[in-house]
């Protein structure tokens, strides 16, 4: 498999203000991560892809101006939710693939937004 | 019509009996396909893959995959407690050029000592 770390687990922050959530390969070199979100009792939603060395990929509905990613490193990708509000929060989980795109995921991270 | 669907449940299974677990897919072209748990608050974990028409055995957990019928399933023998979770089916689809992993909204599995 492949060990992903994800921090932090969770957050609660104020409505407009911007939180960073950073996804870490600890054990191979991803040139690709993959940020998704869960609401409650539904399932899991791709929101973008993140390449290392360039942009990123969103998936069509999601504002990219809002949900920043940053790719720096083969180990790092961070997702950064700008001005919050009430309605983002939800559990954001980062992925690598290795192989047969096999996701092995990271922690997760639940965000309130209040 | 949804790429991946599921049951959502809830599916109630007495302990050491056979829990069964459905998907079906729309993309005749799919290639590969997923099973995740996931326990409450928790993120998914892989627990099997599976790549060929046919049984693939680990452990307690089968996954069956019938192609020309667009279906996959997992079969959990001697089901524990712990085996407790919403179940995922995921399918490598080929949507706008790129291969991606789309999700069943899960089956929500318990079972019951």
């Known amino acids: 498999g492949a060990v992903v770390s994800q921090h932090p687990s969770r957050v609660i922050c104020k409505s407009g203000t911007s939180v960073k959530i950073e996804c870490r390969s600890l054990?191979?070199?991803?040139?690709?991560m993959f940020w998704y979100r869960q609401f409650p009792k539904q399932s899991l939603m791709l929101m973008a892809t993140?390449?290392?060395?360039?942009?990123?990929?969103?998936e069509q509905g999601v504002e990219k101006d809002k949900f920043l990613i940053n790719h720096a490193s083969l180990t790092l990708s961070t997702l950064t939710v700008t001005s919050a509000h009430p309605e983002d929060s939800s559990f954001y989980i980062c992925?690598?693939?290795?192989?047969?795109?096999?996701?092995?995921f990271g922690q997760g991270t639940r965000l309130t937004v209040v | 019509q949804k790429e991946v669907e599921q049951n959502s449940g809830p599916l109630s299974v007495p302990e050491g009996a056979i829990a069964s677990l459905n998907c079906t897919y729309s993309d005749r072209v799919s290639q590969s396909f997923f099973w995740y748990r996931q326990y409450s608050g928790k993120s998914p974990e892989l627990i099997m893959s599976?790549?060929?028409?046919g049984d693939k055995e680990d452990g307690r957990f089968t996954a069956q995959l019938n192609k020309a019928s667009q279906y996959v399933s997992l079969l959990i023998r001697d089901s524990q407690p712990s085996d407790s979770a919403t179940y995922l089916c995921?399918?490598?689809?080929?949507?706008?050029?790129?291969?991606?992993?789309?999700f069943g909204q899960g089956t929500r599995l318990t079972i019951n000592p």
């Open positions: 995921a399918v490598e689809v080929l949507i706008q050029g790129a291969q991606k992993l789309v």
């Open positions: 054990d191979f070199q991803a040139t690709t």
């Open positions: 993140s390449n290392e060395g360039s942009k990123a990929t969103y």
């Open positions: 599976i790549y060929s028409n």
């Open positions: 992925s690598v693939e290795r192989g047969h795109t096999e996701a092995f």
